[in-house]
């Protein structure tokens, strides 16, 4: 019923698909149990939906112009805009709306998309994954409120917002994963202002260029996949990273500059996969 088409780099299964027939068996299933109802614009799901515990909004993008159902998880959307009603889901536990950019090669700087959110988003205190979401100025000050995330996701962020989101980050111990992309590549990612990592982070991706390799890399001793995009750094990155004693994978992309080399010969003690792109 279900066909792996892509394993992770210890072999374990990380995509499948499914075929079409199972496919629609299993959404009328869903529907019926009342365990999942997926909007696809085609038709009225409205009534079929009601009292449906996770949904799956399929639509070619704008924006969402109405809410229904007690749902307690929203994932993989491709609206552009939320609206504030979305505050009212009091038991929403996941939000992922991140959108890849299809037109790309995965090397570019804009590979992926985040979308915009009302700033009373912070209100839906049940909220553990929120990924990933526009960076402006009121929900960056309200960010520190959700202590409670688990996996984060942050686009379009300026120089503006630092301190703002290291302090949110800094409460966020029950944090494992964080993405952080800047406005665009020619703005500067700047997160000195946090001391260390949040304790269980496990995965990192920065997106920006970086003046510098932040000091509280040391402290990621849990971490096990760092992905930098776009870093352009000047100083030598491994020195920071070659001892962190759980990392697994590193992805480096456009990440140094000049004549720099990378020189592994020390370090990396768990090191399964190691992915380079775009350098000079």
């Excluded at 932040?214 to 352009?232: A, E, G, I």
Aim: some cysteine; glycine content about 6%; charged content about 25%.
């Amino acid at each position: 019923m279900l066909q792996v088409i892509k394993r992770n780099p210890s072999g374990r299964p990380e995509v499948c698909k499914m075929h079409d027939l199972v496919r629609e068996i299993a959404l009328s299933k869903s529907e019926t149990k009342k365990f999942c109802v997926v909007y696809d614009g085609k038709e009225d799901k409205e009534e079929s939906g009601t009292g449906a515990h996770r949904s799956s909004i399929q639509t070619n993008g704008g924006e969402l112009q109405s809410w229904k159902g007690m749902l307690q998880q929203l994932r993989d959307s491709k609206i552009q805009v939320l609206p504030t009603g979305i505050t009212r889901l009091k038991k929403l536990w996941h939000l992922i709306m991140y959108r890849y950019n299809k037109h790309g090669d995965g090397n570019q700087f804009d590979y992926v998309y985040g979308t915009v959110a009302p700033a009373n988003i912070c209100k839906l205190t049940n909220l553990q994954v929120l990924a990933c979401v526009e960076a402006e100025s009121n929900l960056m000050k309200h960010l520190r409120n959700m202590t409670q995330l688990k996996r984060i996701g942050i686009t379009k962020l300026r120089e503006a917002d630092e301190v703002d989101l290291c302090i949110a980050i800094q409460k966020m111990n029950l944090l494992h994963y964080l993405f952080v992309m800047v406005s665009d590549e020619n703005e500067c990612l700047r997160m000195d202002k946090l001391s260390s990592a949040p304790p269980y982070l496990k995965t990192l991706i920065l997106v920006g260029k970086l003046e510098k390799v932040p000091r509280w890399f040391h402290s990621l001793q849990n971490l096990t996949l760092l992905y930098l995009h776009w870093s352009k750094l000047e100083e030598d990155l491994l020195p920071y990273i070659q001892e962190l004693p759980s990392l697994g994978e590193l992805t480096l992309i456009n990440a140094c500059e000049g004549r720099q080399q990378l020189c592994f010969s020390t370090g990396f003690p768990k090191l399964r996969a190691l992915h380079l792109g775009n350098f000079p």
